[in-house]
């Protein structure tokens, strides 16, 4: 049961910041937000996650609201290797393994 | 070297067969998954295995039967394969149960005519 939101498509230039944004209303006070994505033809890959506090690694960014019923992840300077599907998925951790995918927003970096 | 494989990358069979996936993670985590995407690119969860142990077990046709010979494999056997079944099933695996991280295989496109 995805129990997120995300715009179905975006467009960034390469080497501009992309900024995807999540809803996650429902969001209950135990649940982490997990940002995954799906390059074309390959498996999902790991990009960040977060409960309260912006995080930063050398991928991404994700800044959560206070009120945590939405978030942006930041791509700081697309390429076109960024060109994928992007998941914002909430689940509890630690709990259950299992993650569910929504539809994701497709992001297309253009040169 | 590949974290997690799956053989094999394509699979083009006919009703009623029965087929298997295999994979297999060098990460020496605890813990693997199977997940199925349809058409619509819905990834949903098949499977969860931790220390070749069934943990989840999603509402899952009874053909389908995951088999966990040891906790670095986790192949996926389907009986009497339907049409409804085509689709890119994914295998996963992260360290232990309710680690954060999961690292994907590539997929196998199974394509049933």
């Known amino acids: 049961d995805a129990k997120t939101t995300q715009p179905p498509s975006m467009d960034c230039a390469e080497g501009r910041a992309a900024n995807l944004p999540c809803n996650h209303s429902t969001i209950s006070g135990n649940e982490y937000v997990y940002w995954y994505r799906q390059i074309h033809s390959q498996g999902p890959q790991y990009i960040i996650h977060g409960l309260k506090n912006n995080e930063t690694n050398e991928m991404a960014s994700l800044i959560i609201t206070e009120d945590r019923k939405s978030s942006t992840l930041i791509l700081p300077h697309a390429t076109l290797r960024d060109t994928a599907v992007y998941y914002c998925?909430?689940?509890?951790?630690?709990?259950?393994?299992?993650?569910?995918f929504g539809t994701g927003t497709r992001l297309t970096v253009i040169p | 070297d590949t974290a997690v494989s799956q053989t094999p990358k394509y699979l083009v069979t006919q009703m009623g067969n029965d087929k298997s996936i295999k994979c297999e993670q060098n990460l020496g985590h605890d813990t693997m998954y199977w997940y199925k995407q349809d058409s619509k690119k819905f990834l949903k969860i098949m499977f969860s295995y931790n220390n070749k142990e069934l943990i989840i077990n999603e509402t899952v046709p009874n053909r389908f039967s995951p088999k966990s010979p040891d906790k670095a494999h986790l192949n996926l056997h389907i009986n009497s394969l339907e049409l409804g079944d085509s689709a890119v099933y994914f295998c996963?695996?992260?360290?232990?149960?309710?680690?954060?991280?999961?690292?994907f295989g590539p997929g196998t496109r199974l394509t049933v005519l």
């Open positions: 996963a695996s992260s360290p232990t149960l309710g680690t954060d991280t999961q690292y």
């Open positions: 998925i909430v689940r509890v951790w630690p709990g259950a393994n299992n993650l569910f």
